[in-house]
């Protein structure tokens, strides 16, 4: 029987590469704080981090009728074209996803002409924080709906934080809640792994 597929050496020989964004405008805000924590996840379990957050996602509104786009809106497309997978990480306003986050989503149509389009074969660690389980579960669920309609992999574990009952920058290493957020930036690079050993793209 033939090995499975091992894919480029070269391919195989870089690190994985996680582009986690998210946050708020809020500069101690505590999506902020989830994003660097699931962002450690990823990074103690050998992945190459870039981190795009906050105040960095502010985009002009998303407009389908054109092409033109600044410097900052291409430069996180590109870093999502060169992800091998996604930590995503929004307040809960509302009960949903905040409008600075889908906004930075809503520009990976630029990647529909790509070989991979969209979110195609990329793993994305879902994470919510909201004042309440409510806002936090319901803004949950949203990402895991805007992922898939994207084409990629929600992994199986997804974060909801309850923001009115633990103070995320207070917590230690040891805290169920951070070992959770490490959990979702853990599980991105391992699909990662696993679809680099099987000859996917990435």
């Known amino acids: 029987m033939a090995d499975a597929p091992t894919g480029d050496s070269k391919t195989s020989a870089r690190p994985?590469?996680?582009?986690?964004l998210g946050g708020s405008t809020?500069?101690?805000?505590?999506?902020?704080?989830?994003?660097?924590?699931?962002?450690?996840?990823?990074?103690?379990?050998?992945?190459?981090?870039?981190?795009l957050r906050g105040r960095s996602l502010i985009f002009p509104l998303y407009d389908a009728e054109t092409a033109e786009r600044d410097d900052a809106v291409r430069a996180m497309v590109e870093a999502v074209?060169?992800?091998?997978?996604?930590?995503?990480?929004?307040?809960?306003?509302h009960g949903g996803i905040s409008g600075l986050v889908?906004?930075?989503?809503?520009?990976i149509e630029d990647l529909?002409?790509?070989?991979?389009?969209?979110?195609?074969?990329?793993?994305v660690g879902c994470v919510a924080v909201a004042h309440g389980w409510q806002a936090a579960i319901t803004t949950l669920q949203q990402i895991r709906q805007v992922v898939?309609?994207?084409?990629?992999?929600?992994?199986?574990?997804?974060?909801?934080?309850?923001?009115?009952?633990?103070?995320l920058s207070d917590l230690t290493?040891?805290?169920p809640i951070t070992q959770q957020l490490h959990l979702v930036g853990q599980q991105v690079v391992e699909?990662?792994?696993?679809?680099?050993?099987?000859?996917?793209?990435?």
């Open 16 to 20: 994985v590469r996680i582009l986690a």
């Open 26 to 51: 809020r500069t101690e805000s505590s999506g902020g704080e989830a994003l660097r924590i699931a962002a450690e996840g990823a990074q103690v379990a050998g992945a190459q981090v870039e981190i």
């Open 81 to 93: 074209r060169r992800a091998d997978g996604l930590i995503v990480v929004s307040p809960g306003y």
């Open 102 to 107: 889908k906004n930075a989503l809503d520009y």
């Open 112 to 123: 529909r002409g790509d070989s991979r389009p969209y979110l195609e074969g990329r793993a």
């Open 148 to 167: 898939h309609a994207l084409r990629g992999w929600p992994t199986p574990f997804g974060a909801a934080i309850n923001g009115s009952v633990v103070r």
């Open 173 to 175: 290493a040891d805290d």
């Open 191 to 202: 699909f990662a792994r696993m679809r680099r050993a099987h000859g996917g793209a990435s």
